[in-house]
């Protein structure tokens, strides 16, 4: 079964600009989580979809936003780019089934998102 | 609220040693525990998990962590440190209704000397 993917690899943009990261969760998952990692916060969650609907959120501000699909895949969009938004950006995919938080999480190799 | 905290940032150790990553956790809930490492340039992949079936848990690679409800720790082992451990190492808590949300600690890099 193949894992989590992310696209694209690595993303190079400027101050002000918008970027879309997408994400394809394991087939057959419908839980797409999405992380920051950044070597001063560290992993920070930003937020969780299941079945087109976003279930938690972190402490991020409304720049970053997200959304799912009908077929589970997800995409997250910062708009208005900050230097500090310069990060690792990790999606990852549980199955869902059990309906609440205990699922275990399958990450993708994340994008890399340099701010210029 | 749920907090990790990895004590000791980086970890040295000779090849052949007992490895020791010391992860202590903070929950209104009960824990479900897990342990990812992550190698350069790579995404987080699934070392073990405790979801309350067994105190100790053996995961990949000849890891394993007990969970220590009295000491609120979970600990991660191996008996005999490989070359190719060298990686970071992300101590995380869920529960409850947090759905989708894991929460890490800062990570701890292990560095294997030959």
């Known amino acids: 079964k193949a894992g989590v993917t992310q696209t694209p690899r690595y993303l190079i943009k400027t101050r002000g600009q918008q970027v879309t990261l997408s994400c394809s969760p394991i087939?057959?998952?419908?839980?797409v989580s999405w992380y920051q990692q950044t070597p001063g916060q560290g992993l920070q969650f930003l937020f969780e979809y299941f079945s087109e609907t976003q279930r938690n959120k972190g402490n991020f501000p409304g720049r970053f936003s997200g959304r799912q699909f009908s077929n589970s895949r997800s995409e997250m969009n910062v708009s208005t780019l900050e230097l500090g938004d310069s990060a690792l950006y990790l999606c990852?995919?549980?199955?869902?089934?059990?309906?609440?938080?205990?699922?275990?999480?399958?990450f993708g190799p994340g994008t890399r998102l340099t701010v210029l | 609220a749920q907090s990790v905290t990895q004590l000791g940032s980086h970890v040295s150790v000779s090849e052949g040693a007992l490895v020791l990553l010391r992860c202590n956790y903070s929950?209104?809930?009960?824990?479900?525990l897990f342990w990812y490492v992550q190698y350069p340039n790579q995404g987080l992949q699934l070392l073990l998990k405790?979801?309350?079936?067994?105190?100790l848990v053996k995961g990949i690679n000849g890891f394993e962590a007990e969970f220590k409800k009295s000491e609120t720790s979970f600990h991660l082992t191996k008996p005999s440190a490989h070359m190719s451990d060298a990686a970071e190492y992300f101590c995380a808590v869920t529960g409850g209704t947090s759905y989708g949300k894991l929460t890490f600690g800062q990570g701890t890099i292990l560095t294997v000397h030959p």
């Open positions: 405790y979801t309350s079936a067994a105190t």
């Open positions: 087939s057959g998952h419908r839980s």
């Open positions: 929950s209104s809930v009960p824990p479900y």
């Open positions: 990852a995919s549980s199955s869902g089934t059990s309906g609440g938080s205990t699922d275990t999480q399958y």
